[in-house]
């Protein structure tokens, strides 16, 4: 087990009630308030009217910045920095999914930067140390954004989709009442559930030396979870128990609880990413192609132990198998996870992508050097399991 450091002062108000407190949260930064949505579910679902007249009953003052993308644009968060700077707006609040909560990040972030230029800080690579204070009510359980201190933001014009992280964008509250994910459809549903299946997974290998048996059973526990909720949720929408433990699944699988004295990795994200900054695809869907592949690809008989004990501990599989079989049919089942029980679709070419930019992708996810990871991963190592998910 290796030393860590534990520190995540998000406080969460989560359940039916959440909300009654969103107010109160708010008043505390100042009169202020930039809300940040998206394309309009919070519209649709009434969560939107809610939030407005908790912030109008609160006395403060109400700003807006709608049209988030999902795999939000650097663009719109310098729009939101601008509507900061300009109405010396004292707190961000967010409401919606991942993309509108990193994108809030972006804009609290790039407010207090001279230029108000998010992309700039994400090309300075330097951790975020300050920001407006953030607040986020989440719609939607996939990415951990409520919790964590990172935002992926993507630039369009340059194909770069990259994250920025520090303890300035950590939010300060965040909400999580399941009931507004109950509008989900089921496609965004299996996309945020295999979001959260890979966050543990691309860390769970990491142990390495210094394996540290607590955080592996959690670590399992989080997966199971997911396999059990979310075909659930999928076809019972409004089943209360399913949206709950996914949503909090959300929120503990990037919080640092789940990766406490493991290395951190996340070798099937760093191609994802280079996914969906060429083709814009949703970000879970993505992983679910890569995933399966990059198992197939770093198995051998170093990992075939580990591989295997993730058919066992998360999908049931029967102990006593030797290593190797016992490895394939994890692969195997959690194949049959994402491509029959989630339904998502099995192949890149399916997305309507091939293999044009496979070449300058991988070498972007390495960032000039290797993708570190249970094996390591050089931009040829990347390109071929590129080509396996075609
Ligand atoms: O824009 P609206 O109208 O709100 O619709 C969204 C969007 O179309 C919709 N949606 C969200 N909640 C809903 C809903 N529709 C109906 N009812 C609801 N309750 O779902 C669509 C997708 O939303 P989005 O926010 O894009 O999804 P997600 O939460 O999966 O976020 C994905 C983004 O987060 C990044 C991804 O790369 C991607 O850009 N990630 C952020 C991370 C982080 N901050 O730590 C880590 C992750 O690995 C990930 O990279
Ligand atoms: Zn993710």
New binding site residues.
Partial sequence: MNDFIFHNPDKIYFGRNALENLGAELKQFGKNVLLV?????????G?YDTVVKAVKESGLKLFELS??????RHTTANEGAKICKKNKINVVLAV???????CA?GIAAAALTKSGDVWEIVKSGSPVKEALPLIAVL???????EM?????I?NMQTNE?I?IGGEGIIPKVAFENPE??????AY?TA??AF?IF??VLDNYYLAGDATFDLILEFQEAVMRAVVKWAPVAMKEPENYEARANLMWASSMA?NHILDAGTLHG?AC?AM??EL?AYYDI???HG?AIVTPRWLTYILDETTAPQIYRLGVKVFGLKEGMEAFEGARAAIKALETFCFETLGLKKNLSDLGIDETHFKAMAEHACKGSCITGPKTLTPEDVEKIYKMCL
């Fill in positions: 949505y998206g394309g309009g579910s919070i519209k649709k679902s969560l049209g988030v993308e999902p795999n939000p919606g999914g991942g993309s509108t909560i990193d990040k719609t939607n359980a996939a990415t951990g954004s964590d201190e990172w935002a992926v993507s989709k994250g507004y994910s109950y509008t989900l459809p965004q996309c945020g979001d890979n966050h990037l996340c994200h994802e990413h969906s949703t970000h879970g992983l």
